[in-house]
């Protein structure tokens, strides 16, 4: 419990912080507003319905695009780990675009789709699907050689090789993959609705750059925090928790 | 008759750019149906080595393996490997574990379930079922991989040095049952060792490994009566033989390995 509480007055002090140093008025309000003007930025966004709206329009996309990426990017990683040619190939390429930030894709995005809600999700596609990719690759590929000529011995070759050994042990690195493919989707998809007129969360954002309401656009940041933080500790913390005690955290021996 | 397994001048050389290194220099030796042969050797001598190639897991460079006089070419249930990590699949219960090779067999969801479960009671672990495999001890780990193996009646048992990791009392322990399961199923079992006493325990016949390339120096046939245990005075005797002639191969695998490093 001393824990939460050290949290807890860590967040006071913070917070005491902040409104000490609005007070000493150094900078304008419009540049450094007062923890109290977010907090009621935060009870107006939500009162007049506008939060919800944003957090129900961008929940809604990064779900589609991070199903597309998982569907498109697991079965593709899966593939490439065992297929040779492909990873040599298909892998490189993969590989080498994933140093590339996924907004970049953005003008190509509009070009093709317009100012659609199918190029703000081609961003958060590409922003996802190379990461659970590559990670799927590496589950693959690192599957310990010991699992594989245990299940050998046993007579286990092919297809059921792969499915009853190469896949679940592969497990771990999905689950991390996914993890950090989310994560990625939701940076893309923040990038995206900022640049462009959208709704959702990151067109709060810009809105309130343009109306000087910087309480709103910190409260709008803290909301988005906070999705964020619900969905790590809710989603991935119990599964990457279940399968590191069950695999032992042994994974090489 | 064959005998069940005929190795025959096995010779298998690791070539890599740098250096090739011959790790077993033609090794042959039978092993008759029913027998339990401990192949005894200095660490790095290829014992290891010697076991993949039986169990089809690596190709020899020369000669050949069989088994009831067919030639060796893949791995296969009728050799099933239990290595020295237990190699047990963590995301299985134990239940699943023993079941995984029984699945990949033609069985009736019944004839199943009784293999699994006449062969966890063999090996004493009844009740783990559920269990998954980070929640078991080293000791229990490799019982549940012999009952595994064990489901699957394999012709040969092929051990690498499955005890090697484990604590003296599992250890003495898992001697004590691995002797009785091999009295009450008969199977044939090939066992790896650098442990001199072990190796008079458990086996019929213990064959002496030279250092690398591996060869077999020697046959010692064990007379001493069953149940055994590492303390009997029998054995500690006839350990001292054995111990002789091992020493001699460790002192040579280390002068080969001093010349190694001074050959780099």
């Known amino acids: 419990m001393t824990g939460w509480r050290a949290r807890l007055l860590f967040f006071l002090a913070l917070l005491l912080g902040w409104q000490a140093l609005y007070s000493l008025h150094l900078w304008p309000p419009y540049l450094f507003p007062s923890s109290w003007s977010v907090a009621s930025s935060l009870g107006l966004g939500f009162a007049d319905g ?6 129900l329009v961008s929940l809604r996309r990064i779900l589609i695009g991070y199903a597309i990426s998982l569907v498109v990017g697991v079965p593709l990683g899966l593939l490439i780990g065992r297929v040779r040619l492909l990873q040599e190939t298909l892998g490189t390429v993969i590989l080498g675009l994933q140093a590339l930030p996924s907004i970049c894709w953005l003008p190509l995005a509009i070009l093709w789709f317009g100012l659609s809600e199918r190029a703000i999700l081609f961003v958060v596609v590409m922003g996802a699907v190379l990461s659970i990719c590559l990670s799927a690759v590496d589950g693959v590929r690192n599957t310990p050689p010991l699992y594989l000529r245990a299940a050998r011995t046993m007579g286990a070759e092919g297809w059921p090789l792969y ?75 119990p599964a990457e928790r279940l399968v590191r005690e069950r695999w032992g955290l042994n994974l090489g021996s | 008759m064959n005998p069940k397994l005929e190795v025959v001048g096995i010779r298998k050389v690791f070539a890599t750019p740098r250096r090739t290194t011959q790790a077993l220099g033609g090794v042959t030796f039978n092993v008759e149906a029913g027998e339990f042969v401990c192949v005894l050797g200095p660490s790095g001598c290829g014992k290891t080595t010697l076991l993949n190639v039986i169990a089809g897991l690596e190709r020899p460079t020369q000669g050949e393996v ?14 099933v490997v239990i290595f020295q990590e237990a190699a047990l699949f963590p995301w299985l219960t134990v239940r699943s ?48 991989a012999l009952a595994r193996a064990l489901a699957l009646n394999p012709q040969v048992l092929l051990m690498d040095e499955p005890f ?80 002789a002639d091992l020493r001699e191969e460790v002192l040579r695998a280390e002068e080969e390995a001093g010349y190694d490093r001074l050959a780099r």
């Not at chain 1, 506008?50 to 957090?55: C, G, H, N, T, V």
């Not at chain 1, 993890?179 to 809105?207: C, H, P």
């Not at chain 2, 199977?187 to 006493?197: A, C, D, G, K, M």
């Open chain 2, 66 to 79: 069989r088994m009831d006089g067919a030639p060796v070419l893949a791995p296969g249930r009728e050799r």
């Open chain 1, 50 to 55: 506008s939060f919800p709206l944003a957090i």
């Open chain 1, 163 to 237: 499915w009853r050994v190469i896949l679940p042990a592969a497990l771990p690195a999905l689950i991390t993959g996914m993890k950090l493919g989310w994560s990625f989707a939701w940076r893309s998809l923040m990038a995206g609705e900022l640049l462009y007129v959208s709704l959702g969360l990151g067109q709060l954002l810009t809105l309130g750059r343009e109306l000087n309401d910087m309480g709103r656009v910190m409260a709008v940041m803290l909301v988005i925090v906070v999705l964020g933080l619900i969905v790590d500790r809710l989603l991935f913390a």
């Open chain 2, 164 to 243: 090697a990791a484990l604590d003296a009392q599992s250890r003495d322990t898992l001697h004590a049952e691995l002797q009785s399961i091999w009295a009450q199923t008969g199977t044939t079992i090939l066992f790896v060792t650098h442990n001199v006493r072990e190796a008079l325990v458990l086996g019929t016949r213990v064959l002496l490994m030279s250092a690398r390339p591996g060869q077999i120096k020697h046959e010692y046939p064990v007379r001493i009566p069953r149940p055994r245990h590492i303390e009997d005075y029998a054995l500690v005797d006839a350990a001292q033989e054995v111990l």
């Open chain 2, 97 to 144: 574990n023993v079941e995984f090779g029984l699945r990949l067999l033609s069985l009736s969801p019944r004839e199943r379930a009784r293999r699994v479960e006449e062969y966890l009671q063999l090996v004493g672990m009844r009740g783990f079922e559920r269990v998954y495999i980070h929640e078991i001890s080293g000791g229990m780990k490799q019982r549940v």
